[in-house]
């Protein structure tokens, strides 16, 4: 019985065009509009050297340190063929304030009482500008007051400035480069996953006497109902999952997503979302005691804010509500997917990654579960 109930189950299901479609034709398309409009956001930007004039006047003239500090910053690289930070041109005050005047410079430094910045409008030149200027004026008023209190360690603490030394190392959890723009990718996935939703649904009211003239006939049946849901429940998990299949293999072989290297893992991803997404289709089909169109319009809304925090159209988004309410990073089953998938490029090691599967399971479980006692609980007094 269950290959016969499975069997035409997944032909029914395949040949229902408005499903097939949200599930599986409406991801890829918008997974196509995301290759045309991140295709060149992961490349690397080519650095140019920031014009800026400082005026040489006599305050400037005496200030050996600036002056030292402003050329290591200014030469930085050379030796290597690397551009430096500022192309720096000496002048008046009067030429410097023609050169901004003509866009020529992105601002001047003018010695008056200490280094000032004039900048004619913010930007991010500007503001790395000013950085380096608070920087310098941070690194001087930390050695001024370990001199003063402590006069014999002005040779080494010289040495030190000099070297460049830092204390602090940074180190990768793996080889991959950080890149937001896959959230977007994997976010998308997890919105596909949640969109077997659907199916779920479907499913619920095919076995529902009240909502259907299917589900008349299957409690009419000489078969336990249930286990003709849980057979046409299968069918319906292994129908999107195969929609899901068709979705990673045209990010990661047409718009060359990266999912990492260990595929099965990849797989095992899909599978666990698949499952989670049929699941809540069917808890939301159990609960609301409506017709399908309810139930579809609740479910596309759920699938979308749910996919929205997990930063399909806002990749920020994600990290202010995992910032803002800790547990949404826990209970959000999009966030469960898209964490999922990213741990895998990411991280070197898999805690993460099961963490989010062991959660997805758990909840998948404990739908399924209350599906199970609300439809046993179902009874019709007449047909």
């Known amino acids: 019985?269950?290959?016969?109930?499975?069997?035409?189950?997944?032909?029914?299901?395949?040949?229902?065009?408005?499903?097939?479609?949200?599930?599986?034709?409406?991801?890829?398309?918008?997974?196509?509009?995301?290759?045309?409009?991140?295709?060149?956001?992961?490349?690397?930007?080519?650095?140019?050297?920031?014009?800026?004039?400082?005026?040489?006047?006599?305050?400037?003239?005496?200030?050996?340190?600036?002056?030292?500090?402003?050329?290591?910053?200014?030469?930085?690289g050379q030796s290597s063929g690397e551009k430096g930070l500022f192309n720096v041109i000496l002048s008046t005050h009067e030429q410097a304030d023609e050169l901004l005047k003509n866009n020529k410079i992105e601002g001047y430094i003018l010695f008056d009482g200490g280094a000032n910045l004039v900048i004619k409008e913010s930007g991010i030149n500007q503001t790395i500008i000013k950085t380096f200027l608070d920087d310098y004026a941070q690194i001087g008023s930390a050695i001024t007051n370990i001199v003063r209190q402590n006069p014999t360690a002005f040779p080494s603490l010289m040495e030190d400035v000099m070297a460049d030394k830092n204390y602090l190392k940074e180190v990768s959890p793996s080889n991959a480069e950080p890149n937001t723009t896959l959230n977007y990718y994997y976010a998308l996935v997890a919105m596909a996953c949640l969109f077997g939703s659907f199916w779920g649904v479907k499913e619920i009211s095919a076995v529902q006497a009240d909502l259907s003239p299917q589900g008349a006939r299957v409690n009419l049946a000489p078969a336990h109902k249930l286990k003709i849901f849980g057979y046409s429940l299968c069918a319906a998990a292994v129908v999107h999952l195969f929609t899901i299949f068709i979705l990673i293999a045209y990010l990661s072989l047409f718009l060359k997503v990266d999912f990492g290297r260990d595929l099965l893992y990849v797989l095992l991803a899909c599978v666990v979302g698949s499952m989670m997404g049929v699941s809540m289709g069917a808890l939301i089909g159990a609960l609301i005691k409506k017709d399908e169109i309810v139930k579809i319009a609740v479910l596309v809304s759920v699938s979308m804010i749910l996919s929205f925090l997990a930063g399909l159209m806002m990749v920020d988004m994600k990290y202010i509500v995992t910032h803002a309410i800790p547990v949404m990073a826990y209970i959000n089953p999009a966030n469960l997917i898209t964490d999922a998938f990213y741990s895998l490029y990411y991280f070197d090691t898999y805690n993460r990654f099961f963490t989010n599967i062991g959660l997805l399971l758990g909840f998948t479980v404990v739908f399924y579960l209350i599906v199970y006692f609300v439809l046993r609980r179902q009874r019709y007094a007449s047909l």
């Open 1 to 76: 019985m269950f290959l016969h109930i499975f069997t035409n189950r997944c032909k029914c299901l395949v040949r229902d065009k408005v499903l097939m479609f949200w599930t599986l034709m409406f991801p890829i398309v918008l997974a196509s509009l995301f290759g045309l409009a991140f295709s060149n956001l992961s490349s690397e930007d080519k650095f140019s050297e920031i014009n800026i004039a400082v005026v040489d006047n006599n305050e400037y003239q005496s200030n050996q340190a600036f002056q030292s500090a402003l050329s290591a910053v200014t030469d930085a």
